[in-house]
């Protein structure tokens, strides 16, 4: 059982403390974990190096136990292009929650330095990563998770019938360590 939770949120608005649908859910379902959710920075108007020093911050405060990451949206992809470069001891496991895959072939989700590096399949290889997506998803489409899950030989692929770009339901499977 993992002691503690980094959840890392999207870009875009913020709910009010307590507002955060996603956030909520893994409380409610792990209650003897210490959720610890930081606010990145800029979330309105992201920068990939901004979140990454803030990441890297967070991942530095998390003592040494058992412990995991959900990253919705944004916060998932760039966790998991943080872990490129380190997986910290202890990590159990990565669930992304509706996250993009930048791409530079893709003019509609080609970000300057978002994208995942082209190794990132061998590099997190013994890292266990649960790749979660509603196929109802409106704001980051379900190829995404398809295209994170080539790229992530060894993900796990959970695809949702529904849950928008906030999916809950996942919360009731057994995901987490």
Not at 9 to 27: C, D, I, S
Not at 118 to 147: C, F, K, N, Q, Y
Request: glycine content about 6%; aromatic content about 6%; hydrophobic content about 45%.
């Amino acid at each position: 059982m993992v002691q503690r939770i980094l959840f890392l949120h999207g870009a875009g608005p913020q709910p009010a403390p307590g507002g955060n649908p996603l956030l909520e859910a893994v409380r409610k379902q792990w209650p003897e974990a210490d959720v610890v959710a930081p606010d990145l920075p800029r979330p309105e108007d992201p920068d990939p190096e901004l979140w990454q020093e803030a990441i890297g911050r967070a991942v530095r405060a998390i003592p040494d136990e058992p412990w995991a990451i959900v990253g919705h949206s944004l916060g998932g992809s760039e966790v998991l292009r943080f872990l490129c470069h380190r997986v910290p001891t202890l990590l159990q496991r990565v669930v992304t929650v509706a996250a993009p895959f930048w791409d530079a072939e893709d003019p509609d989700w080609n970000a300057p330095g978002f994208p995942l590096p082209p190794t990132v399949g061998r590099r997190l290889a013994d890292l266990e990563i649960v790749v979660v997506h509603a196929e109802d998803d409106d704001v980051v489409p379900p190829v995404h998770a398809r295209r994170l899950a080539e790229h992530l030989p060894s993900a796990r692929l959970v695809l949702l019938p529904a849950g928008g770009h906030l999916p809950t339901s996942w919360t009731e499977q057994d995901l987490l360590p």
